[in-house]
């Protein structure tokens, strides 16, 4: 199963953005959404290293609950 993580823009230069989410940053590629203008503080949809769409602040908050909820949920790893 795939899915995108949502990543909030750090920085932008071109058709790369620095994004961050967890406190984890990644390198973006936006040559997907290149005719969306994108700035600090958006939020996009990240799958493979690209930016897919732009999402809202609280989608991408809806987005996290459900990930944290699916994750714990989990079970422990017996390692």
Excluded: N
């Amino acid at each position: 199963m795939c899915f995108g993580i949502p990543m909030e823009v750090i920085q932008v230069e071109g058709f790369a953005a620095r994004c961050s989410a967890k406190g984890a940053e990644r390198d973006v590629s936006l040559f997907f959404i290149q005719d969306e203008p994108v700035a600090a503080g958006d939020f996009v949809m990240v799958h493979q290293g690209r930016a897919t769409h732009k999402i809202t602040r609280e989608e991408a908050a809806c987005a996290w609950a459900l990930y944290d909820e699916i994750l714990a949920d989990e079970p422990e790893s017996g390692g």
